[in-house]
């Protein structure tokens, strides 16, 4: 029995050319990346201007807020000519009235200061002592535990005197703090979410656009296969020019390789001639007819060499797809006029095909099945089948087979 596999051809890189290169980034994991990048800072800048915008808007209702607290205190308060300070009203903001409610109001002259009943027992900073008219609003920083407003007023005496005045409002900043860091928690939680579904849109948007090159790959692909010739398909007008100039390069080496082999087979047929003539006048060259036999021998297997190896040189760039079926037919017929007595059985899958040269196929068949036929005991069996990615040709008969220690040369010629 002998037998043969064909392996899919794989291409070879040599290590030295690819040693200390690294390996290339795919398109996709690129545009991943630039984009996801892009994303990255761009809602990060918005998630800073968001959260600046809203620690502004809070700060400037705080201010508006403590200003209303310092008018409703400004219409009850009374200074007497010696500057102490009375309230007179009634304080209508429950935080003023509740001992360290986070709401304190200060308000002083040169001689007295007074406090709202919220401050009792609360330790509150100086009030600083603007001029009158002047206004300043301040937030905390660093460890400041407060957002304060103060006022410098003048108080009209009925004597026309005039004694100068300042109020201090003050709220804690544990409020507004635990406010900001609601919206942080709530902008971020928003802006990951935002990230993640533009993330997933930015897949999918990268997937359907590299979709005609993955299409471009299945059409190689196919043509190493032998199931196609050319790239076949609708893609996109960016990618046109690829695909016809590979179109035309396939085109192209098709062409010059009937060329060539039509050039080599011109060849062939013209040293054939002036050939046979030689060695037809050999038996007239006397005693140098053996050298001349011997030359013509050279000549003539140098010329079939040297077809062989252009004939190998000139593979396809696609693979053809030659259905094996018929060709073990093709040659069981031409075998059987010269071997009567053989017979030949095949058992091979009709839809199997060979992805190559038809005329590699041919050969290799017919010099194993000849052999088969010429040293077996008359009973011939070819088969064929797929293993994974490999194709399993055998040819069995019921010869005596090869003797072992002619194994390891039955390969050579």
């Given at each position: 029995?002998?037998?043969?596999?064909v392996?899919?051809?794989?291409?070879?890189?040599?290590?030295?050319?690819?040693?200390?290169?690294?390996?290339?980034?795919?398109?996709r994991?690129?545009?991943l990346?630039?984009?996801?990048?892009?994303?990255?800072?761009?809602?990060?800048?918005?998630?800073?201007?968001?959260?600046?915008?809203f620690?502004?808007?809070?700060?400037?209702?705080?201010?508006?807020?403590?200003?209303?607290?310092?008018?409703?205190?400004?219409?009850?308060?009374?200074?007497?000519?010696?500057?102490?300070?009375?309230?007179?009203?009634?304080?209508?903001?429950?935080?003023?009235?509740?001992p360290?409610?986070?709401?304190?109001?200060?308000?002083?002259t040169?001689?007295?200061?007074?406090?709202?009943?919220?401050?009792?027992?609360?330790?509150l900073?100086?009030?600083?002592?603007?001029?009158?008219?002047?206004?300043?609003?301040?937030?905390?920083?660093g460890?400041?535990?407060?957002?304060?407003?103060?006022?410098?007023?003048?108080?009209?005496?009925?004597?026309?005197?005039?004694?100068?005045?300042?109020?201090?409002?003050?709220?804690?900043?544990?409020?507004?703090?635990a406010?900001?860091?609601?919206?942080?928690?709530?902008?971020?939680?928003?802006?990951?979410?935002?990230?993640?579904?533009?993330l997933?849109?930015q897949?999918?948007?990268?997937?359907?656009?590299?979709?005609?090159?993955?299409?471009?790959?299945?059409?190689?692909?196919?043509?190493?296969?032998?199931?196609?010739?050319?790239?076949?398909?609708?893609f996109?007008?960016?990618?046109?020019?690829l695909?016809?100039?590979?179109n035309?390069?396939?085109?192209?080496?098709?062409?010059?390789?009937?060329?060539?082999?039509?050039?080599?087979?011109?060849l062939?047929?013209?040293?054939?001639?002036?050939?046979?003539?030689i060695?037809?006048?050999?038996?007239?060259?006397?005693?140098?007819?053996?050298?001349?036999?011997?030359?013509?021998?050279?000549?003539?297997?140098?010329?079939?060499?040297?077809?062989?190896?252009?004939?190998?040189?000139?593979?396809?760039l696609?693979?053809?797809?030659v259905?094996?079926?018929?060709?073990?037919e093709?040659?069981?017929?031409?075998?059987?006029?010269?071997?009567p007595?053989?017979?030949?059985?095949?058992?091979?899958?009709?839809e199997?095909?060979?992805?190559?040269d038809?005329?590699?196929?041919?050969?290799?068949?017919?010099?194993?099945?000849e052999?088969?036929?010429?040293?077996?005991?008359?009973k011939?069996?070819?088969g064929?089948?797929?293993d994974g990615?490999?194709l399993?040709?055998?040819v069995?008969?019921?010869?005596?087979?090869?003797?072992?220690e002619?194994?390891?040369?039955?390969?050579h010629r």
């Amino acid at each position: 029995m002998a037998g043969v596999t064909v392996s899919p051809w794989r291409k070879r890189v040599n290590p030295a050319l690819t040693a200390g290169k690294k390996r290339p980034v795919s398109l996709r994991l690129r545009l991943l990346a630039g984009g996801g990048l892009f994303v990255l800072v761009a809602l990060l800048l918005v998630g800073y201007a968001l959260e600046r915008s809203f620690i502004h808007a809070t700060e400037e209702t705080l201010s508006q807020r403590l200003n209303v607290y310092f008018y409703h205190v400004l219409a009850n308060l009374e200074v007497d000519t010696s500057g102490k300070i009375s309230f007179n009203g009634e304080i209508n903001d429950p935080q003023l009235g509740i001992p360290g409610s986070g709401l304190y109001i200060q308000a002083a002259t040169s001689t007295d200061i007074w406090k709202s009943p919220s401050a009792m027992g609360v330790e509150l900073p100086d009030v600083p002592q603007l001029n009158p008219g002047q206004s300043e609003f301040s937030v905390p920083s660093g460890d400041g535990h407060w957002y304060q407003l103060v006022n410098g007023v003048v108080w009209e005496l009925n004597n026309n005197a005039e004694v100068p005045m300042w109020v201090m409002v003050l709220e804690q900043r544990s409020a507004a703090d635990a406010n900001i860091a609601s919206f942080r928690h709530g902008l971020f939680r928003w802006l990951g979410g935002t990230a993640l579904l533009l993330l997933l849109t930015q897949w999918l948007l990268i997937r359907w656009a590299l979709q005609p090159l993955s299409e471009i790959s299945d059409s190689v692909a196919a043509i190493e296969a032998g199931d196609a010739s050319q790239l076949d398909g609708s893609f996109p007008q960016e990618l046109r020019p690829l695909t016809e100039n590979i179109n035309l390069l396939l085109a192209s080496e098709e062409r010059n390789r009937k060329q060539y082999r039509h050039d080599l087979d011109a060849l062939a047929h013209g040293l054939k001639t002036p050939l046979a003539i030689i060695s037809a006048s050999q038996d007239d060259a006397g005693s140098g007819g053996s050298v001349i036999q011997s030359a013509l021998n050279d000549m003539q297997e140098l010329i079939s060499r040297h077809l062989e190896v252009a004939t190998l040189s000139t593979r396809r760039l696609h693979a053809q797809r030659v259905n094996i079926a018929t060709q073990v037919e093709r040659l069981s017929g031409s075998l059987k006029t010269i071997y009567p007595h053989v017979i030949i059985q095949t058992q091979i899958d009709p839809e199997l095909v060979f992805r190559g040269d038809e005329r590699d196929l041919l050969e290799l068949l017919g010099n194993l099945m000849e052999n088969a036929c010429k040293y077996g005991g008359g009973k011939v069996v070819v088969g064929a089948s797929v293993d994974g990615s490999s194709l399993q040709i055998e040819v069995e008969d019921n010869g005596p087979g090869i003797p072992a220690e002619q194994v390891d040369s039955i390969f050579h010629r």
